[in-house]
Each structure stands twice: as C-alpha cells, then as structure tokens.
C-alpha cells in the first residue's frame, strides 16, 4: 500500500501495544507508526500478509483498547503493516486520544487531525503545475 491508497495520515510514534496472533503468541511490541486506521510495527513473527490477530493499546486512563486487525503486508526482518479491522468511530476517537498523548508526550504539536487524508506527492497531483 503506497502512500496515497491510505485512507488516514500516519504518525512516527512509539506507541506500546500487545499483539496476540493467530497461535495463541503473546508479544509485547511498538507501534512505529499509528493512524486511526491502522499502524506498522516491528513484530513479524509468525504473522504473515492476510493473517488476522488482535492488537491491544494501553490507553491513557490505562485501560487497553482491543483491535481486531489484519496483516496488509510483511517486509522480512522488518515488520508488518497493519490494517485496523471492523473499527468503530468510538474506537477510532480513542485511537486519536493516544496518538494525541504521545504527541504531548514527545513535545510535538498536538493541532493535528488523525481524521484528515494524507497528503498527496506532488507528482501525483492532477493539478495544473507552475
């Protein structure tokens, strides 16, 4: 998946997760990378592009939010991308709420909206160009 086909901009945050996968496995993992529609993280074991498996983030009460989630592809020694599956608006909102703290967190600027489209390369924009 390039760039352009996700649907939600994605952060560069180390954000805790748990990652329970089809076997049974328990791993504790980062998200390297979060939108509200899904993340990338390090964790690659014995999951595979098409596999469903469960991630669990601590929220910032926490209390762990449940995704249900599906490998979208597998680079080999490097990690996975995740697609978060059935997600609520509810589970999506508190998805932000945690990109949000991290933000803080981390001392970047918390105006952004995790519900906005990404920005397009501006190669691939249609527009007329100058």
Same mark, same amino acid.
């Given at each position: 998946?390039?760039?352009?086909?996700?649907?939600? /901009?994605? +952060?560069?945050?180390?954000?805790?997760? /748990?990652?329970?996968? =089809? +076997?049974?496995? @328990?791993?504790?993992?980062?998200?390297?990378? #979060? %939108?509200?529609?899904?993340? +990338?993280?390090?964790?690659?074991?014995? &999951?595979?592009?098409?596999?469903?498996?469960?991630?669990?983030?601590?929220?910032?009460? =926490?209390?762990?939010?449940?995704? %249900?989630?599906?490998? #979208?592809?597998?680079?080999?020694? /490097?990690?996975?991308?995740?697609?978060?599956?059935? #997600?609520?608006? +509810?589970?999506?909102?508190? @998805?932000? =709420? &945690? &990109? %949000?703290?991290?933000? @803080?967190?981390?001392?970047?600027?918390?105006?952004?909206?995790?519900?906005?489209?990404?920005? =397009?390369?501006?190669?691939?924009?249609?527009?007329?160009?100058?």
């Amino acid at each position: 998946m390039s760039l352009n086909q996700r649907q939600h /901009t994605r +952060f560069s945050l180390d954000v805790p997760a /748990t990652i329970y996968n =089809k +076997f049974g496995e @328990v791993q504790e993992t980062l998200l390297q990378q #979060i %939108s509200i529609g899904g993340c +990338f993280t390090d964790w690659e074991e014995n &999951i595979y592009a098409g596999d469903e498996f469960r991630i669990e983030i601590e929220l910032p009460n =926490k209390n762990r939010l449940p995704l %249900s989630c599906k490998a #979208i592809y597998r680079f080999e020694n /490097t990690g996975i991308g995740v697609k978060f599956t059935d #997600i609520s608006q +509810f589970e999506q909102e508190l @998805v932000s =709420k &945690i &990109i %949000s703290e991290c933000l @803080v967190r981390e001392g970047l600027p918390i105006h952004v909206d995790p519900f906005r489209q990404p920005s =397009k390369f501006i190669e691939d924009d249609d527009s007329p160009q100058i």
